[in-house]
């Protein structure tokens, strides 16, 4: 190892030294041995005794107190610079592929889990899938960091496919098979005594009262597992684990079980919510001014007034942001002026919990109304501040003026600009004004441009796609980033834990 930069010694009388924790690389006599660069780190995990052992003639260590690399040493005292990269090539071989393990893990939890995805992929569960979406448990579960979903065949959907239940009912069933645990098959044969009760989504919705919410999983003979709801009438069969369908360890896994659990609890009918005025709750807050942006727009009015009863979040400006926003909302054409208020709701419920702990892009109504556009945002969360990213500006919210499933509605504090419409770039600071006496080159007029596009600066304008395309690569590089960080960081534990 030191033959780059001193010559053995013949003997060790400073053993005591080289063993000394912290005193740097080992010292044998009065020859220091300092690695090549190359192979300092790796010669740095060879501790201060092993080296003095290994570099002294007057003592031959026993195998056993060296790592299989380092044992290649010993056979001869001297060892050569071949030797020596066969050390460093095994040893860096070693640590690679730990890296490379950690680094596939960490690139697959970055995906997340679907279900829908999942799902998907195996149609015989198509009728199950589709209630997933209808009830919108399917985004639920996939915010979810531990889950485990009991699956129904197609031909074991019972009366849920009957169209007998209301969404409310339907989404209580559903999440009876919903429990928040982990559990694939290895672990069902493993339970402790034999049984256990798992919580469930329906007992975190508050709608199950005592422990109706809970499933009871039974191991009986044979190696055979059931399921039955918890408060379940006397005389129901049990549901049967049949096998597993996906399964991450420890993490996410979907079950295909042989029936439909269910419970009176469950199944009790759900009151529909109390028709809402959507204007007047709009007015009577701190969105007047937005409220009457609507009514003004009737397509848009009609889109966002037909979802408030399925599933729907609203960003509505404060009246200061949207009369400072007004001269470049006047600015916009008819298509743009829709685009950018449907901008402003999201196609789901999110409550502010929700919100505070999603950290990731939200489609809007403009997304799915506007062709080959994307028209989403991201939200940011710190503490009790949720923020709302644009790429072009960042609103907060301010006030909730209405949480409750299927409706939320949040005041912000500014109007969503979004970079289909408004160029990042067009957002800088300005330079500071020059002096009067100063008077330099007229620039082409993109003073106007800065501000607001103009009617052949639309949403629709054939010259704005490239600009478009480009905002929105722009935007979707910080998703992707984040990622590659997230692994980054990851190796970075790895190599730390493997030197």
């Keep these: 190892i030191g033959e780059s930069q001193g010559r053995f010694s013949t003997g060790c009388p400073a053993r005591s030294r080289c063993a000394r924790p912290g005193a740097g690389p080992p010292s044998c ?40 690399s380092y044992q290649l040493l010993l ?15 095994m040893e860096l071989a070693r640590r690679l592929a730990v890296v490379a393990a950690v680094l596939a893990v960490s690139l697959a939890a970055a995906e997340g889990f679907n279900i829908t995805k999942i799902l998907a992929e195996h149609p015989e569960y198509s009728q199950f899938n589709k209630l997933l979406t209808q009830t919108r448990l399917a985004g639920d579960i996939n915010r979810r960091r531990t889950i485990t979903v009991l699956a129904v065949a197609n031909g074991d959907m019972g009366d849920l496919t009957s169209g007998h239940y209301s969404l409310g009912t339907l989404r209580h069933i559903l999440e009876l098979h919903i429990i928040v645990d982990y559990f694939d098959a290895k672990k069902l044969k493993q339970l402790s005594h034999g049984a256990t009760a798992a919580s469930t989504m329906f007992q975190q919705s508050g709608a199950a009262p005592d422990m109706t919410g809970y499933v009871n999983i039974t191991q009986k003979r044979g190696g055979k597992v059931t399921f039955i709801a918890d408060g379940a009438d006397d005389g129901t069969d049990p549901s049967t684990f049949v096998g597993d369908i996906y399964a991450k ?62 599933a729907l979040t609203i960003f509505c400006p404060v009246d200061a942001a949207v009369a400072s926003f007004m001269p470049k909302f006047k600015n916009l054409t008819a298509k743009a002026k829709t685009a950018i208020l449907l901008y402003h709701a999201l196609p789901d419920y999110y409550s502010l919990q929700l919100l505070k702990s999603n950290n990731d892009k939200l489609s809007t109504l403009a997304t799915t109304s506007v062709a080959k556009k994307d028209y989403t945002l991201d939200v940011h969360s710190q503490a009790d501040n949720v923020d709302l990213d644009t790429k072009v500006i960042t609103s907060s919210v301010q006030a909730t003026i209405k949480d409750e499933d299927p409706l939320a509605v949040y005041a912000v504090s500014k109007f969503l600009q979004p970079k289909e419409l408004f160029k990042v770039e067009d957002l800088a600071p300005a330079p500071a004004p020059e002096g009067p006496k100063k008077k330099t080159k007229k620039k082409p007029s993109s003073t106007s441009a800065a501000s607001a596009p103009s009617d052949g600066d639309s949403a629709d304008s054939p010259d704005d796609a490239p600009a478009d395309d480009a905002a929105d690569k722009a935007g979707a590089t910080p998703s992707l980033l984040a990622r590659w960080v997230t692994a980054a960081a990851t190796v970075a534990a790895a190599l730390a834990l493997a030197a």
């Design 249 to 310: 360890r420890f993490d996410y896994a979907v079950l295909h079980v042989s029936k439909v659990l269910s419970s009176p609890e469950a199944q009790a009918p759900v009151a529909p919510p109390a028709p809402v005025n959507l204007t007047e709750l709009l007015s009577k807050k701190y969105c007047k001014s937005f409220a009457e942006l609507l009514v003004s727009n009737a397509d848009v009015f009609n889109n966002i007034n037909a979802t408030k009863d399925t």
């Design 75 to 89: 056979p001869n005292r001297r060892s050569s610079r071949r030797q020596v990269g066969r050390v460093v090539a």
């Design 29 to 68: 006599g009065r020859h220091y041995i300092t690695p090549p660069a190359t192979t300092r780190s790796i010669a740095s995990s060879i501790s201060a005794v092993q080296c003095c052992a290994v570099l002294s003639s007057t003592h031959s260590p026993s195998p056993s107190t060296l790592s299989p």
